[in-house]
């Protein structure tokens, strides 16, 4: 099943996409979610109430996809995480002259809540850079409360997966050896366009990946090739900190990124970048520049 979050009358509510319609689950299911985490409460609940959804695939559609504004799908995921050079390609490729190895560890920082963002919103390009570059990604959301998983058993705690882009703001990135900063900026984490739950998706290590900026593509490659496979981000993880229903893991990215080329292909005011996996749909945003007037203080 596909779930998505959307915003009518500036309430937020979760859907069942099917085809091009929606169905309102925060009505179908009327007293079952809260208005202010509807997703999170519905992935909480979801063993007692997905047969329930499962009867409303054939339902009639209460709007259409184009009719509404598309959320993340998790718009306040309590964490949001990142792991670093997870495909050998990509650690490969000389980034702004950087020399690297394989990691011997898995590499992990956090993408803050406020670049969580949309997944047809634009992707606001910062004033104090020209640096900032596109990372297509799949995307892990949990689905139980977790802690000291064995990899063998991680598949279980997943709810599903989305599309994401990881955009990086590669000198503030590299500035130092901690790359939260680089990688936090406001609407720096879309994903989207909805969760496909794991049982749809089945084992998620075989999905073709791509990234287009402006009808090129710029990255093309398939999740079998992780470094390190979702269960073991899971598993390492999980030894650090209890995973929640609704946290969010993106799961690398592969060779291609704007970095890479010489001259590097930075994004720039009007680029659109679409980034598409096999089986999980699309996300596409189009690049503006910071709006000087935004700014307080």
Known sequence: MHLCSYEVDGQ????????SGIVNLSKALAGELSGHQPMIDLITRW???????????DAPADVTVDQVHLLAPVPRPGKSLAIGLNYLEHVNENIIGESRTVPDHQIWFPKLANAINGPFDPIVLPRISKMTDYEAEMV?????????????????????YCVGNDVSVRDIQKRTSQWTLGKSFDTHAPFGPWITTADEVGDPHGLEIQCLVNGEVRQHSNTRLMIHKVWDQIAQLSQVMTLEPGDVIFTGTCSGVGAAFNPPKFLKAGDTVRVEIESLGAIVARCVDEDDDSAEG
Not at 12 to 19: A, I, N, T
Not at 47 to 57: G, I
Not at 143 to 158: T, Y
């Open 12 to 19: 937020v509510q979760v859907g069942l996409v099917h085809g």
């Open 140 to 160: 892990t959301i949990i689905g139980q409360r977790c802690r000291h998983v064995p990899r063998e058993r991680a598949s279980e705690v997943v709810f599903g």
């Open 47 to 57: 063993s007692a109430l997905k047969d329930r959804v499962a009867m409303l695939l």
